[in-house]
């Protein structure tokens, strides 16, 4: 794609939906909207110890790389939405990122955009990548989530580490089916080449967690 590598560049909402998930650290309690809470809603299997246990490898370990999936929405009104969705999470946005503008032939801030996402798809902007450090889920922080704009998806890289708890872990599955919903396909995969340690591990794990909450 002749993008910087992400090691690289990494260096450099809650918006209105039926289902809304409240986490504890050994089940989840679904609130199907006007209709209270469950604590134990109906085929509720993926517990945030479980998603842990089950996904943790693709997360607790910093070995210096930056896995990744990708959101593919080839669809530039869903793509749109998906970005302005992801982008409501965070209060600072994406701070003094800078992005290659087509048009003017210039490095210019992503700020400097209502919505990033619709100018590179309609490429009068290049892909980009930058760095979400304040998302919030359930208004609580998960650790930096690097964004790379395409045309047709959005990828969501993280550095490995310990900051990767239970609770963030089972945070940023929640944030990825908020984002994923939105595209017609439904389709996350896996990045390449520098996808989840574990891909197949990883990829098996979010089914169980989408499905058990659509």
């Given at each position: ?17 039926a289902t ?183 990829m098996n ?10």
């Amino acid at each position: 794609r002749g993008a910087t590598p992400r090691a690289a560049a990494f260096a450099t909402l809650t918006p209105p939906h039926a289902t809304t998930l409240i986490l504890t650290h050994h089940t989840c309690l679904v609130e199907i909207q006007g209709s209270g809470f469950l604590s134990e809603p109906p085929n509720i299997g993926m517990t945030a110890d479980a998603l842990y246990a089950a996904v943790s490898e693709n997360f607790i370990e910093n070995d210096g790389s930056l896995p990744g999936v990708e959101i593919i929405c080839p669809d530039v009104e869903s793509l749109s939405l998906l970005y302005r969705t992801l982008r409501d999470h965070s209060a600072a946005g994406e701070g003094d990122a800078e992005c290659w503008s087509v048009e003017d032939e210039c490095q210019r801030l992503v700020r400097d955009y209502s919505n990033i996402a619709a100018e590179v798809a309609s490429g009068r902007v290049n892909a980009c990548h930058f760095v979400f450090d304040d998302l919030r889920v359930e208004e609580e922080l998960i650790p930096g989530i690097g964004v790379f704009v395409w045309r047709d998806r959005i990828g969501l890289d993280w550095r490995m580490g310990p900051a990767w708890t239970v609770d963030e872990i089972f945070r940023f599955f929640v944030l990825l089916n908020r984002l994923v919903v939105l595209c017609v396909d439904n389709r996350l995969v896996s990045e390449e080449p520098e996808g989840p340690p574990d891909p197949a591990g990883f990829m098996n794990s979010w089914k169980a967690f989408s499905d058990q909450i659509r």
